[in-house]
């Protein structure tokens, strides 16, 4: 079973509304601006790089977030939603030899998660191809298949030499240049005129004329204007690119559709998070730790296989120093002495893995007869290695490449079969550093991070201090000590800052012992003179503020915060008031009309592209654009075989519904199809043809009626039953209770420090929003609160509506227990139906609860209204 | 996935193979007559289903009860015959 996550499901979502918009406004410069601004309620700009109508975006995850999986999905989602064809031409494109071997393994194996993401939506007609086996393709390979070949970019360059095959006329059959549009023809490549001029029969050619969904991993590599010179020769229809890392400034930046953060992964046992950083001075102690906690954790992972039988063996990675002529460094070799003689390892346990000696290659770590435990490398782990028992990455490295410790810090971070361990150590991943400077390191490690595809403020957040390193004498602190040139008198100090700066006015230095706010580093700036000395204390607020640590939210402290849902009585008994229940049980689609107005499926349209139907078996062709030629031919190919029970069949496996039972769509689809033949006249070749533009008129029709009987479902359940008998089926109860885990897919950054949020991040708010969670942030009567995360169902509170699921902006516990929700709505957004409806139902919700819970919707900036919900 | 041997008639819980439960809904799986009972999925029918400790896998015709849902309480949904692959 291998499903999509949450935050998986909700990245192809915005793929596939891109695409749509794309595929209907024939502008992806519009359909980017406008997903954009509905994702992230902010404006944007696209960069076309130089394809206008070539939608082309990135999704970024972070890594372990499976972007190959997802990969594997967005082609279906382009071949069907945005080119509109059952199969189409895909070149997956991958950044090194190393990688390109593990996607073709992957994609080659059937019985593989990403290969059978593609057979289910390609019906088994896809094709594995390395560019080699590509040059044999034939016309009904093409024709029939999801043709798939994976290559690196390189082997496109027409400077190298890789590329010069691709190039190179007679490396594909002549036969797929046939009986192809002239104007088709028209861009390919030729020989010189004094070689004759002709068409040159390369297998760049053919993919030019094909138009390829292209697919770009690790794509940040993949932003240089020699990579859009190689793929305008390829003439693609669209290019989706997937990285942790991309380029979001400057003219080479990509399009970000999508961000997946990693509190998002988080959530989903996707990855190991917090990470513990211990730092040593010395490297011995730093190796020794590392044995002692790599124990601690087996032993933990023992138990752990006698309540759930996962079997887990914490393996470290070293990092040892490489070695340097006339120099004495921590290498290998060191470390592995310090690892069999100081720390009593056995040494069957350890193994080497550099560019000389190969000690993992071909082991599997994840079988229990396996004894390695220890593992000792030089710079990065061959690209693609990922062992999710990796637990302890451990680096006496002085000199440390941020490259290699980031990789190797990715390597640690993956869970075992993602998911949640009951023995909470097993949970975390661990980091012992061989460091003088702590603080440097924790940058140097949240930098890291970072590039692992981590926002900067999630990076810091997951990287948690070791308790130890108080106890074992290094006080956090006593780094934090810096020389002024002319240090302020203690009692120049405001009292509360006394706390926590710490001031000698001896030898001038400043020392702080506690994190303090920006507006008492403002305090303290204005305190010292020289402006050396106020850029020290600048440095020594953003030391501290890299840093995380003091706020310690309710969430963390374990405190439960839960919420009433609405309950319905329904058959009896009372369940939560979801969309379930307002779609009667007995409903049928197959009972509703299925005519097709001329607005939802426009037939005239096609009247002039009809003849291109006739191109098969006549000859003759009328033209409209080229493009759409192009795509037509093929389809032609493949729906020549299509008469009418495979058109319903075609129809009501695309059209499908997880409500809707396959009786009752074959019934609804075969009436569609009948008052499209009897009363518009259209014949089944017509429909044939035009079926991609058909099965999307039919899913519209489907939806409309979902929605429709949901609507009244809600007015029969909540306005006739308030009617007839008071609100006596309704109460709340069955709390929902906010989870330990906080997924926010963009972490809000302002200006002030919110003391009562219920989890240590707060998600994004606007700055009215913000405004107003200060109001309640400040307010005395309240426990704590939480800024309610959207689409989160299971992470937040919800109401229904007829269309929806609700989600009120701030969700807030007084001190007396009670529970208000605040919505904010801008002043002209307070009248609009669908704020109406909100408002009633979270009035509805309060009225239910018998004074237990609240709800306020402001019409703008009440926060009188607000303050006065709070002091209830 | 083969059919077990310990397969009961009549029990909508048709198998388990390594600690996943599989469950196949037909009409009339609550013992009623109504013509919709059973085949499709409401939270009704999910708690009155025969008890499996661990994943499941559901198929049925439709589900009413949403995926995310069904997700979070590791089941998954296969919907028949959308789903049911022959090999």
Known sequence: ?872 | MPLPKNAKKSSPLIGVHKGVGYYLLFNGILGDKSVDGGNILTTRILQKLPKHDGPKVIYGEGTRVSLSRLRKQSITFKQVPYEIKTS
């Open chain 1, 1 to 872: 079973m291998f499903t999509l996550k949450t935050y998986q499901q909700q990245t192809l979502e915005k793929l596939e509304a891109f695409l749509r918009r794309a595929a209907t406004t024939k502008n992806p410069t519009v359909a980017y601006e406008e997903c954009i601004r509905e994702t992230y309620r902010r404006e944007s700009n696209y960069n076309d790089a130089g394809f206008p109508n070539v939608p082309y975006v990135c999704l970024r995850l972070p890594t372990g977030g499976g972007k190959t999986f997802l990969a594997s999905h967005s082609i279906a989602l382009a071949c069907k939603e945005y080119i509109g064809k059952d199969v189409a031409l895909v070149l997956w494109l991958v950044p090194s030899s190393a990688i390109l071997e593990q996607t073709l393994k992957a994609l080659r194996d059937r019985r593989h998660p990403y290969r059978v993401v593609l057979d289910e939506a390609f019906d088994g007609n896809v094709s594995i191809r390395t560019v080699e086996e590509t040059l044999g393709i034939s016309r009904s390979d093409l024709a029939g298949n999801l043709v798939v070949v994976v290559s690196t970019l390189a082997a496109w360059r027409v400077d190298r030499t890789e590329g010069r095959r691709v190039y190179e006329s007679g490396g594909v059959s002549k036969d797929h240049f046939e009986f192809v549009p002239k104007e088709l023809l028209e861009n390919l490549e030729r020989h010189d005129s004094e070689n004759g001029g002709a068409l040159k029969y390369s297998l760049a050619n053919l993919v030019h004329l094909h138009r390829p969904i292209v697919i770009v991993d690790e794509a940040h590599n993949a932003r240089t204007d020699l990579t859009f010179d190689t793929l305008k020769r390829l003439n693609p229809s669209c290019i989706i690119e997937y990285t942790a890392t991309p380029k979001v400034r400057g003219s080479d930046r990509s399009n970000v559709l999508y961000n997946v953060s990693a509190a998002e992964l988080k959530s989903e046992h996707v990855i190991k998070l917090p990470i513990e950083l211990l730092t040593l001075g010395e490297w011995q102690q730093t190796v020794s730790n590392a044995v002692t906690k790599q124990r601690e954790l087996e032993a933990v992972a023992k138990e752990e296989e006698q309540t759930t039988g996962e079997y887990i063996r914490p393996i470290v990675l070293l990092q040892a120093e490489a070695d340097r002529v006339g120099q004495t460094t921590i290498n290998v070799n060191e470390v592995k002495k310090c690892l069999l003689e100081q720390c009593n390892v056995p040494e069957e346990e350890i193994a080497i893995a550099t560019g000389e000696e190969r000690g993992i290659e071909g082991i599997d770590l994840l079988q229990r007869d396996c004894k390695i435990r220890f593992i000792i490398t030089k710079q990065a782990l061959k690209e693609g290695w990922d062992c999710p028992f990796a637990y302890v990455f451990c680096s006496v490295a002085k000199v440390r490449s941020s490259k290699d410790v980031e990789q190797l810090l990715g390597r640690v971070l993956r869970m075992p079969n993602v998911a949640p361990k009951q023995q909470d150590p097993l949970n975390r991943a661990y980091a012992f550093v061989h460091s003088r400077d702590f603080y440097e390191t924790a940058s140097n490690l949240t930098d890291s991070l970072t590039r692992c595809g981590f926002e900067p403020n999630d990076a810091s957040r997951f990287l948690e201090i070791k308790n130890i390193q108080v106890e074992l004498g290094l006080d956090l602190f006593s780094q934090l000590t810096r020389t002024l040139s002319s240090a302020p008198e203690p009692t120049a100090l405001p009292r509360e800052l006394r706390e926590k700066v710490k001031v000698n006015a001896k030898d001038n230095t400043i020392t702080l012992v506690a994190k303090i706010t920006e507006e008492e580093k403002k305090q303290l700036t204005e305190l010292v003179e020289s402006p050396e000395d106020k850029q020290v204390i600048e440095q020594l607020y953003r030391a501290v503020h890299r840093i995380p640590m003091s706020y310690t939210s309710p969430a963390k402290r374990g405190e439960v915060f839960s919420v009433p849902q609405l309950l319905i009585e329904f058959d009896g008994e009372l369940r939560p008031f979801d969309e379930e229940i307002l779609i009667p049980p007995s409903w049928n689609l197959a009972e509703h009309h299925a005519e097709l107005s001329e607005t939802e499926f426009p037939i005239k349209v096609d009247v002039g592209t009809r003849g291109l139907i006739d191109v098969d078996s006549t000859g003759k062709a009328y033209f409209h654009n080229p493009n759409q030629i192009q795509q037509e031919l093929t389809s032609i190919l493949v729906s020549s075989r299509m008469h009418r029970p495979e058109l319903v069949v075609w129809l009501v496996k695309e059209t499908r519904h997880p409500s809707i039972p396959h009786a009752q769509a074959v019934v609804f689809v075969n009436k569609v199809l009948e008052t499209l033949i009897q009363k518009c006249g259209l014949d089944i070749d017509h429909l044939v043809y035009v079926r991609f533009r058909l099965k999307e008129a039919i899913k519209k029709k489907v939806a409309e009626h979902i929605e429709a009987t949901k609507k009244m479902g809600y007015q029969d359940l909540l306005f006739a039953d308030r009617v007839k008998k008071g609100k006596g089926k309704f109460s709340v109860g069955e709390d929902i209770v906010f989870p330990r885990e906080y997924p926010a897919n963009s972490v809000w950054k302002g200006n002030w420090q919110p003391e009562r949020h219920f989890y240590e991040v707060v998600a994004d708010m606007n700055d009215e929003e913000a405004e107003c969670a200060f109001i309640i942030d400040h307010h005395p009567n309240v426990e704590y609160w939480v800024r309610n995360l959207e689409r989160q169902e299971h992470h937040s509170f919800w109401l229904q509506t007829s269309t929806d699921k609700f989600y009120p902006d701030f969700v807030v516990k007084l001190k007396n227990g009670k529970i208000v929700a605040v919505e904010y709505k801008r002043d002209k957004d307070y009248s609009a139906d669908d704020s109406k409806e909100k408002r009633w139902i979270g009035e509805f919700w309060e009225t239910s609860s018998s004074g237990l819970c609240c709800f306020l919707m402001t019409k703008g900036k009440e926060w009188d209204k607000v303050k006065q919900k709070l002091n209830l």
